[in-house]
């Protein structure tokens, strides 16, 4: 998402929808989520910049975990009813959590560099989820 890049043939996508899916589940395990299978049907990828997985934990519970050009991340599957929803509802939660961490860490220039790339990447997360013609299936 931060600048043109060059076209992928097929087994490029399919080679970095794998490495997405590798990132999100090794996120997911580091929070303590182990994940049983994934909804390949109801998950997403726009190649090279995100991919939404709607995946199933070993306990039964559903998330959408999130990767790509972007912060990995993960929320409930309560929180959004489809991987556009869950990109939008990610993208706002960005936008504030970038404000929170300007206010509490003025002055800590690291901080203040990923509070810049988390406002960043949510606007353009964000301008993505408004584009219709990218989440029309068929």
Known sequence: MTQQPQPMNEEQVS???????????????????????????ESRYLAPWVTAWK???????????????????VLPLSAAKDARAALRHLALGWQMKSE??????????TQEEFADLLDNKAQLLYQMTEQDNVWRQG
């Open 15 to 41: 080679d970095w929808v794998k490495t997405q899916l590798q990132k999100c589940s090794k996120f997911l395990a580091e929070k303590g989520i182990i994940v049983q299978s994934v909804k390949m049907e």
């Open 55 to 73: 995946v199933q934990s070993t306990e039964g519970k559903y998330y959408w975990a999130v990767a790509g050009d972007l912060p990995t991340d």
């Open 100 to 109: 929170n961490i300007r206010q509490v860490s003025a002055g800590d220039k």
